[in-house]
């Protein structure tokens, strides 16, 4: 109301039950005004998804464990960032950029720190 209903043509919101439901109650009352789901929670709904699969899930422990030892315990710029529990899209771009610094990874996994840390399962 306060930037006048002629100036609104979509609303953009969060997926979930309650935005939905404010969502059709606006297009209900004002039918000029398009109403659609965050496109961005939807991929980041399907990424948790294919997070949920067995192998993946496998994968993405092992690297949150490196994570958590090269940030901890070593302190190496990386540029790594931790895991995200609410943005599921974030394990995704963690994964790719483990795949950036591989080199570097490979030789701090012969380090002495490495065998020194006590959850690096060796």
Not at 56 to 83: D, P
Not at 94 to 120: C, D, I, P, Y
Request: hydrophobic residues 50%; glycine residues 6%; aromatic residues 10%.
């Amino acid at each position: 109301m306060d930037v006048g209903l002629a100036n609104v043509v979509q609303v953009v919101t969060n997926n979930v039950t309650n935005c939905k439901l404010m969502g059709s109650l606006i297009i209900k009352e004002f039918p000029h005004i398009v109403w659609s789901p965050c496109a961005t929670h939807y991929l980041d709904l399907m990424v948790e998804d294919i997070g949920k699969l067995n192998w993946v899930k496998e994968v993405l422990g092992m690297a949150r464990r490196l994570v958590k030892f090269v940030m901890y315990k070593i302190a190496k710029n990386l540029g790594l960032v931790k895991f995200s529990s609410i943005h599921f899209a974030m394990m995704f771009l963690v994964l790719e950029r483990l795949v950036k610094v591989h080199r570097t990874l490979g030789q701090m996994v012969v380090s002495n720190a490495w065998f020194e840390w006590t959850n690096s399962g060796t």
